[in-house]
């Protein structure tokens, strides 16, 4: 079993790698490799797409890297593959990004990343530090998580879903903030898991885990 975290040149991957391989080692989960090689994100049984920094650049990247974006799609679109986005990473799943320009993402789930707009003028954009996880939704990722639970965000923008049954799980920052996406063999999380202390490590070990 082979674990890929994209390596696409958008931000520091120390942390996500030790976390991932921890969880992997503890729940014989196979290998986790960072890996900018289009060839094995290509062959990979699981995709992790990481993300830090700003939509327009993010996506840029990714589909700047030789071969990389056509592998990443070849593995979840064609293979079905296991996939989850982090953070920007996440956002990239979305149909528009409107961060500085309108930019196109990925399309593997319909909706568009804007502005988080708090109604509370009081609250701080970026939303950044702990907040309490709402499940939304049953998945098998969530499996003995519960409601309130923490989770570390660092983020200026949001998911809007257009299909609310592909928002799994939400937190409240003056309004709903999307914290959860997911749809099929794809997920996404706002949040960093590998930085959420117990819970995080608990959802990356449910991913490693997981067959859809």
Known sequence: MLTAIVDYE?????????????????GDAGTVVVTSDAEVV?????????????????????????????????AVEVRGRPFLGICVGMQLMASWGREYEDTRGLGWIEGEVVKIAPADPALKVPHMGWN????DAQHPVFEGATTGEHA?????????VTDPAERLAHVDYGGDVTAVIGK???L??????????????????NFLRWTP
Do not use: W
């Not at 939509?55 to 990714?62: E, G, K, S, T």
């Not at 309490?132 to 499940?135: K, M, S």
């Open 10 to 26: 958008s931000g520091n991957l120390h942390s996500a790698e030790k976390a991932f391989q921890r969880m992997a080692r503890e």
């Open 42 to 74: 290509a062959r990979a049984d699981r995709v992790v797409l990481p993300g830090d920094g700003a939509f327009p650049a993010c996506a840029a990247a990714l589909r700047g890297h030789s071969g990389l974006f056509d592998a990443m799609v070849e």
């Open 132 to 135: 309490d996880l709402v499940i």
């Open 152 to 160: 570390y965000f660092v983020h200026s923008y949001q998911f809007h």
């Open 184 to 186: 099929g063999t794809m």
């Open 188 to 205: 996404g999380m706002q949040f960093h898991p590998e930085k959420s202390q117990a819970t995080g490590l608990r959802l990356i070990a």
